[in-house]
């Protein structure tokens, strides 16, 4: 089950910090661009597997950015743009990629992540967060909210 809390996503000192990701090689807003900024190795990575792999709706580009802090670069949207009407994210995306980073991780690493796709995506948290929830049972989930 996903517990809240207020906060930094960024300021999260262990575990993996998994936000979602265009699949145009853009880190221009949001959570992403604060990600870029903070840990600009988990830029090069994201560019690095446009580069060699291609990004494609549910890959993933992991990067270790200290001691104890991961980076995962969940791509969760084909495109972006600011039409509300518009629905960016797409959901079976973020619950292939939440699939993913469960068998990648020990079950002991927290995943935090902010309301990946439900703000500049469009999408509906209420769902999303159901997607999560399946994707990765027993495992600590933490939803930071500003």
């Known amino acids: 089950m ?5 906060g930094n996503l960024l300021s999260v000192t262990e575990g993996v910090i998994v936000h979602g990701c265009n699949a145009q090689g853009v880190m221009g807003s949001g959570v992403a661009l604060a990600v870029k900024s903070k840990y600009p190795k988990a830029y090069d990575a994201y560019i690095d597997f446009k580069t060699k792999q291609g990004l494609r709706l549910a890959s993933l580009s992991i990067v270790k950015v200290t001691a104890k802090v991961y980076v995962a670069n969940l791509i969760s949207q084909e495109t972006y743009g600011k039409d509300k009407l518009i629905k ?3 959901y079976g995306a973020i619950h292939l990629g939440f699939e993913k980073l469960h068998g990648h ?8 992540f902010p ?3 439900a703000g ?6 209420k769902e999303i967060s159901k997607l999560i929830e399946l994707a990765c049972p027993e495992r600590d989930l933490v939803c930071w909210e500003v």
């Open 2 to 6: 996903i517990q809240y809390k207020q």
């Open 115 to 117: 309301k990946i796709g």
């Open 105 to 112: 991780f020990p079950i002991s690493a927290v995943f935090n």
């Open 88 to 90: 960016y994210v797409s």
């Open 120 to 125: 500049l995506g469009n999408g509906d948290w």
